[in-house]
């Protein structure tokens, strides 16, 4: 049931004067609740009873970490059919996605409670004693990893779920023994509502100390800043706007004691197709990438949002086609009236740049928060001399660059910023030639895709979700797959430790038989 | 031989006209040579020199890249007597320490060389394609660690050689294939110099492209900030003072791309003695203490400058004796008469607070730069009042707490600043009770020690030296061990890549068979 308050810890609160809706964007109108933004004084409640929590949360077993993962799961799927209409209400996105999304969440949560179930992701090294070395005996010193304390997690206007109140950043945090504190987003507050009822649930039902989680409303950036700047948070993790993730990184290091920002921001993720791809299969790629760029309405941080081609009479037809198909797709839904004016808005920017010729226009459409697709085109020599070009235009919209060689092309690639994706449409008889652009792209992104789009981030230990800034501001972790963990814990060396106060993962018999870094060798054995 | 310039690459470069002269603190006299400071253009030289070498430096195998760093091991052994002479002279240290330290410097050049010598270091992730997957295929992705790009080193006035030139951060950055270029230390340059040259032999002898190492000097902030803002340069390591650190950390975070700054910075390094340890053996851990404090002159930031007890008889006895048993070792010499000065200062200044009692005063010594140790000692209400105490005075001093109880003690560690590390000196019958003080502790520090000292810092993969703010500007990574090349390098993805593109750690056949993680095990098999 939603009812419009914060949650902190397990009390509903709501002692705030200051409420806004969520809105209806498929039937322009706004939702019924008012959801309550937190004081300040509740912000310093619930970071304060989750410093209390951390006590006791750091120190829970594996197993329970994961009971308690399992079990946000399955009170997330009992939430059912409620979940999915305030989702769609919420977002103006099919029910289709609102069930795909919630599954990706479940598999998330799941993937973390494996991952955590026993203790060989804490990176366990141990270096034994040697008593005879000289000049000075050598002590035994082994190794784990710890969680770093609150988290403040904010949720994200385009994955209600996979990245909000239970999604990937809270997911990671709470598996690794960090509370958490979710700033909720204003578009999807009740959505976030009924996820965070879920959490509480489930930290109640396997007895997780309360203020292991809290659920904080707030729609400008008050609540967030304040959150930020707490003295009991630790981390903060954050998907959105280069101008959002930022301001929080730039209140974070200037904190006295400043903390870790992972912030996922802009990226337009830069696409090669070279001319022999689009001459071999130009149609089937078009047809791929007008799928790509509409996915979710372009409201993907993995959007193809520039595509970088060789000039030739092909090339021409090609993006005339790609413009045809992509604006042959029914207009969709965007998430909120402010998500479209923005794109008509940022669309227009780029499009209204030295060179740039749309090729399919923003028609008028018969719904006012839908929208087709947009594909504009333009010379690599004017992209060259324009930053205003590399601008993401938040939704379903690309940029196709005429480049005259791929000398210039690769100049082009070289001149961007850090970016998430960088994708290559080639034929094998391509291969023996990407080096130029392979090196360039693994100089400004996180993951490189061959004949795939960049859309689609799959949940596994080998992805990268994350690149040079602004892709992320933290290039060295990853917000997606299982590693997402690493952001939120530290090294913590014991030395000339008594084996019975050691950790089980660090103890000479190995209970969990678990994989060690033992002495230089990995090893499941006992030492 | 030392030229008094810089090196921008393989080229001495002495352009400026501003240069400083190191000075010998046992002779109380200015050394000879003079140090030409990098102006700002040799400043831009180096970095574009840098970037220009890590496009090629990446991509070196990790054999090259062993080859090159043992041969930076070798190189500096060759420089023999008249480093070591150089050494002493800049540092007022015995030559047993400067033989010491060399011999470590090279154990961590050799260390990394046989890290990167296969590429088991980057963490290969393979997650294999399934394409009956439903709804979508599963693609194919795998993932390594590739370097982040030039990275600038701050050598550190505590260590000449293992934290400075050709020290930890330098050996760790050029081991993951990023070029580095040293701010050298204006109280050491000679030193450093020599240590460039040796680098810069190596590199021409191993085939290294020109600019993967520059030296430059500089006694002021500007050059060092300078180098931190260049938006070529990728990362900063640093080892220093608080003010020092977080200076290049506030520069790094207001840059329009931030960068990553691992700052090693203050700490106190608190030590519990239980009163069980003291009653059993008091005096043997006095002998222990008066020796850790006093190790180089206290000059170490794992120097146990803050002492916890339980008051009582034995406690009082005990301080006595460890003040005795300290100040009756020899004056030493300190680094340079601004340390002393600041040694002076500092201790006065905590010592003057409120409640606290010099136990053993600075005495007036013969030699200018010369100092014995100084212990204080408080009580714990007195020092839970006044986080002046919490100071670090860099030096052989440490302040002595008197606690009423486990509850004080526990809340003054509680409220400490995050520190390198943290140690209990206990008898086994105190096992058992360890767990307020244990817990407090881990919450503050990033190593603790049983019975032994701080100081001493051993180079292996479980060791971590870092810790909570500001004991370090990012306590998930360690500045000591094999683990700190993982500062310097971000996971890259790559996706659907046909086999003969992926690099060899990434190949089916796994050619240079190492262990890699592969579809969520842990594998030296081909897939």
New interface residues.
């Given amino acids: 049931m939603i009812t419009g308050k914060n949650y902190i810890g397990n009390k509903l609160s709501a002692t705030g004067s200051v409420s806004h809706k969520t809105f209806n964007p498929k039937l322009n109108v706004e939702n019924e609740y008012a959801f309550y933004e937190a004081t300040l004084q509740e912000v310093d409640e619930a970071a304060n009873l989750a410093h209390q929590a951390f006590?006791e949360f750091k120190?829970t077993s594996g197993t329970k970490r994961a009971e308690f993962l399992n079990a946000i799961a399955d009170e997330i799927l009992a939430l059912d059919d409620e979940l999915i209409n305030t989702y769609t209400s919420e977002t103006g996105l099919p029910e289709g996605r609102a069930m795909?999304e919630r599954g990706r969440t479940i598999f998330q949560l799941r993937s973390f409670a494996e991952l955590v179930s026993n203790e060989e992701w804490r990176e366990n090294?141990?270096?034994s004693a040697d008593l005879e070395r000289t000049?000075?005996p050598?002590?035994d010193?082994?190794?784990t990893q710890?969680p770093?304390?609150p988290v403040v997690v904010f949720a994200a206007s385009n994955f209600p779920l996979a990245f909000s109140t239970a999604g990937g950043d809270t997911a990671s945090a709470l598996a690794s023994g960090c509370p958490v504190i979710v700033k909720s987003h204003s578009m999807h507050s009740g959505t976030g509502e009924l996820v965070a009822s879920a959490i509480i649930k489930a930290a109640e039902k396997t007895g997780m100390p309360n203020g292991v989680f809290s659920n904080i409303a707030g729609s400008g950036r008050v609540v967030g800043a304040a959150l930020v700047k707490h003295p009991k948070v630790k981390a903060v993790g954050f998907t959105g706007s280069i101008s959002g993730g930022r301001a929080l990184?730039?209140l974070a290091?200037d904190r006295e004691?400043?903390i870790?920002v992972f912030a996922e921001m802009g990226s337009i993720n830069p696409v090669v197709i070279t001319p022999e791809a689009i001459a071999k299969r130009g149609e089937e790629i078009a047809t791929t990438y007008a799928g790509s760029i509409t996915q979710g309405t372009g409201q993907f941080c993995t959007n193809p949002g520039l595509i970088l081609t060789i000039d030739n009479d092909n090339t021409r037809s090609f993006i005339k086609d790609l413009a045809e198909k992509s604006t042959a797709i029914a207009p969709q839904c965007m998430l909120h009236p402010n998500i479209k004016r923005d794109f008509v808005k940022n669309g227009a920017s780029v499009s209204s740049q030295s060179g740039v010729e749309v090729v399919a226009a923003i028609v008028e459409e018969a719904e006012p928060n839908f929208t087709p697709a947009q594909i504009s085109a333009v010379s690599g020599a004017d992209f060259l001399i324009n930053s205003k070009m590399h601008q993401e235009v938040f939704g379903p919209f690309s940029l196709v660059v005429r480049c005259k060689d791929e000398t210039e092309l690769v100049e082009i690639i070289q001149n961007l910023?850090?970016q998430l994706t960088g994708t290559i449409m080639a034929e094998?008889s391509d291969?023996q030639n990407?080096g130029n652009i392979?090196?360039a792209l693994?100089d400004r992104v996180?993951?490189?895709?061959?004949?795939?789009v960049p859309t689609?981030v799959?949940v596994?230990?080998?992805?990268?979700h994350?690149?040079?800034?602004?892709a992320s501001?933290?290039?060295?972790?990853?917000a997606v797959g299982t590693?997402a963990i690493?952001?939120w814990?530290?090294?913590?060396?014991?030395?000339?430790?008594?084996n019975?106060?050691l950790p089980s993962a660090l103890k000479n018999d190995n209970p969990d038989e678990i994989?060690r870094?033992v002495n230089?060798n990995?090893s499941n054995d006992k030492i």
């Fill in positions: 006590k120190n795909g090294t141990i270096d000049p000075a050598k002590p010193i082994r190794k710890i770093l304390g990184f730039n290091a004691q400043p870790p910023e850090g094998k291969y990407l392979v090196d693994q996180g993951r490189v895709i061959l004949n795939g689609g799959e596994c230990p080998s992805m990268t994350g690149g040079p800034y602004p501001s933290d290039s060295r972790f990853s590693n690493k952001r814990v530290r090294p913590f060396s014991y030395q000339n430790w008594p019975e106060l994989l870094f230089g990995h």
